[in-house]
C-alpha cells in the first residue's frame, strides 16, 4: 500500500461523507499529510492539511464544513465531509504535504453530490 482512498460515494447535497487513506508508513510517518481534489475540468487544488502533530488548515471553500485528522497507529488519514455541496463533486486524493513526486496521486476516491 502506498496511498489509498476509500469512502466516497454519491450524496445529495447537505449530506456527509468520510474519507479514508490508508499510506505506507514511509509517507506517512513523521510528516504532514493533506487531502486534495480534482474536479472535472479542473485542476487539483489542495482541501485540507494536517500536520504530524494534528495541527489542522483548510481551503476557504471547505472551512467549517470539511475535517481532517489522523490516527498515527494505523498510518491514515481521514476527511469528514459535511454540508456538501455539488461543486465539492471531485476525485479526492490523500498525499504528503507538500506533495511528494516520489510517490505519485495513488487510488483516488469519486465524490458526486446532486442537487
Known amino acids: 500500500v502506498q496511498l489509498q482512498a476509500f469512502g466516497g460515494g454519491l450524496v445529495q447535497a447537505g449530506g456527509s461523507l468520510r474519507l479514508s487513506c490508508a499510506a505506507s508508513m514511509s509517507i506517512f510517518r513523521h510528516r504532514s499529510m493533506a487531502w486534495y481534489r480534482r474536479a472535472p475540468g479542473q485542476e487539483r487544488e489542495l482541501v485540507a492539511t494536517i500536520t504530524a502533530g494534528g495541527t489542522t488548515d483548510y481551503a476557504d471553500s471547505v472551512k467549517g464544513r470539511f475535517t481532517i485528522t489522523r490516527d498515527n497507529a494505523v498510518n491514515t488519514v481521514y476527511l469528514q465531509l459535511n454540508s456538501l455541496k455539488p461543486e465539492d463533486t471531485a476525485v479526492y486524493y490523500c498525499?504528503?504535504?507538500?506533495?511528494?513526486?516520489?510517490?505519485?496521486w495513488g487510488q483516488g476516491t469519486l465524490v458526486t453530490v446532486s442537487s
Open positions: 498525499q504528503a504535504w507538500p506533495y511528494d513526486a516520489l510517490y505519485g
